[in-house]
């Protein structure tokens, strides 16, 4: 099994990349992003909870999100591996997951952390928000969003690093051009299929 975590500030390209991912290697994904919408969307109590913290540009409580991703995991108990996609992005997130994947005699193997200037970030989720219909893809919120990844977020790449864990990569090139960069990191685990 080969579990890897994309990392990065909000619209870096993680979601966009996890796609690629998963086509080239088989992994499952678990995007946290994309799980907390399907239960806004469905209106579920858990999403009506989430879209309070979502619709402000904050995380939503680590509880609601490790319980998510602890059902989400034993779903799949045949995976070649997973693509973390959004998650964590706390250290008790990063701790929790550490535990579950020990748990299943497995662990992390590999971070890539998608580095891009604010200024790129701000004009992508714009860029989004004009078609996507997103709450929370508007100048005030992504402005609290990334004030958020600075707080809390940013923390959890140094908690892998000292793991030795953590690999940057230049997330902003062409969607093609960052691609190529992270699967020089990926074969060094676990080759296309
Ligand atoms: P997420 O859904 O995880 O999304 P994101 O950070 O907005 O974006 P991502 O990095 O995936 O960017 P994308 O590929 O889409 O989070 C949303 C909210 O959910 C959070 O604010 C939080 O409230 C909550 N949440 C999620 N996980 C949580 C957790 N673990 N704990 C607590 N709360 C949590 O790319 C963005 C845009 O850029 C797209 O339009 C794309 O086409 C474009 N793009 C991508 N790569 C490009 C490239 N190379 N060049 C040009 N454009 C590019």
Redesign the pocket.
């Known amino acids: 099994m080969f579990n890897l975590i994309l990392f990065?500030p909000?619209?870096?390209?993680?979601?966009?990349?996890s796609e690629n991912i998963v086509r080239h290697y088989r992994l499952h994904h678990i995007?946290?992003?994309?799980l907390?919408r399907d239960e806004v969307s469905r209106q579920t109590p858990l999403g009506v909870e989430a879209k309070k913290?979502?619709d402000q540009?904050?995380?939503?409580p680590d509880e609601v999100?490790i319980g998510m991703i602890s059902s989400k995991i034993d779903e799949s108990p045949d995976a070649r591996g997973f693509i973390f996609?959004?998650?964590?992005?706390?250290r008790a997130?990063a701790e929790a997951l550490d535990k579950l994947l020990e748990f299943k005699n497995t662990q992390i193997h590999l971070v890539l952390s998608l580095e891009v200037p604010e200024e790129e970030l701000m004009r992508?989720?714009l860029?989004?928000g004009e078609t996507s219909g997103r709450s929370?893809d508007n100048e005030e919120v992504i402005n609290k969003?990334v004030k958020e990844y600075k707080a809390k977020t940013e923390p959890v790449a140094s908690y892998y690093n000292a793991h030795g864990k953590l690999e940057r990569v230049k997330?902003?090139?062409?969607?093609d051009d960052?691609f190529k960069s992270l699967s020089k990191e990926i074969d060094k685990y676990l080759l296309p299929v």
């Open positions: 990065g909000p619209g870096s390209g993680k979601g966009t990349q995007s946290t992003g994309d907390l913290y979502m540009g904050l995380l939503v999100v996609d959004g998650f964590p992005r706390t997130q992508r989720l860029g989004r929370d969003r997330g902003d090139n062409s969607i960052t």
